[in-house]
């Protein structure tokens, strides 16, 4: 546990703040000073305030810039624009180091070249955890996109609606490291919840690029049906003629 860690959860405890950082978080790119006032409802030096707060707690970063797209004399000052901060905090009471023993059994794997293992238990508790999700009611792109809100994969559409991008990584330091690993284990299982939950027309598949997680859920696209063929009109018989 370090001072960092709680001073950046301490930041939070206010619910305008917090509020303030969800908002950042959810919009997934650089935020105004106005845009942040009027997403939450208050004045303008009071969301600047709380927001120069999340900066110092390290759990915002800032950059000057200015968004008229004017420039020279008379173009007006740079404004402040903010986004979240790339550096992870946590706090465990009593002190815990998982990250460390996260790294040391992801090494241990990769020398057994035990990949394929951890990829089937990811598959395995994907299931479990998908078989969870069913237990709760139907398995609806809605009730799919909460579950991975809640597990912190920052779930957000793209596509036309076709397919979802993950913004966050839970296990962004694991896969830094060791990504073919890291990445395969949650590829794996995101398709054992997916198979688990028995969410028919949705796939999860790899989609790395440079921020976010490398899974995507995509979801297949219905095509109305064709109408049944309606059946062929009987062929009329040919008139017969009495010549007599």
């Known amino acids: 546990m370090t001072d960092t860690g709680i001073d950046a959860v301490g930041a939070l405890a206010e619910p305008l703040r917090r509020g303030l950082y969800g908002y950042v978080v959810r919009h997934g790119g650089e935020v105004s000073r106005a845009e942040a006032a009027e997403a939450v409802g208050a004045r303008r030096n009071l969301v600047a305030f709380h927001l120069d707060k999340l900066v110092e707690a390290g759990l915002l970063e800032v950059t000057l810039r200015k968004v008229s797209g004017r420039e020279g004399p008379g173009s007006g000052r740079p404004a402040k624009l903010y986004r979240r901060a790339g550096r992870e905090h946590s706090v465990h009471l009593p002190p815990r180091d998982y990250a460390t023993a996260a790294a040391v059994l992801a090494e241990a794997v990769q020398r057994a070249g035990a990949d394929e293992a951890v990829h089937a238990a990811a598959r395995e508790e994907g299931e479990r955890r998908g078989a969870e999700l069913a237990a709760e009611g139907p398995a609806t792109p809605a009730a799919l996109y909460a579950w991975l809100e809640r597990r912190g994969y920052e779930p957000v559409e793209a596509a036309g609606g076709a397919e979802v991008r993950l913004r966050n990584c839970p296990f962004h330091a694991t896969a830094e490291r060791f990504p073919p690993l890291a990445c395969g284990m949650n590829l794996e299982m995101l398709r054992g919840v997916l198979a688990g939950a028995g969410a028919e027309?949705?796939?999860?598949?790899?989609?790395?690029?440079?921020?976010?997680?490398?899974?995507?859920?995509?979801r297949e696209r219905r095509r109305p049906s064709a109408p049944p063929?309606?059946?062929?009109?009987?062929?009329?018989?040919?008139m017969e003629v009495d010549l007599d």
């Not at 027309?201 to 995509?218: E, F, L």
């Not at 063929?229 to 040919?238: D, E, H, M, R, S």
């Open 229 to 238: 063929p309606q059946p062929l009109a009987p062929i009329p018989k040919p």
């Open 201 to 218: 027309g949705m796939a999860a598949r790899m989609a790395p690029g440079p921020d976010g997680c490398c899974v995507a859920i995509t």
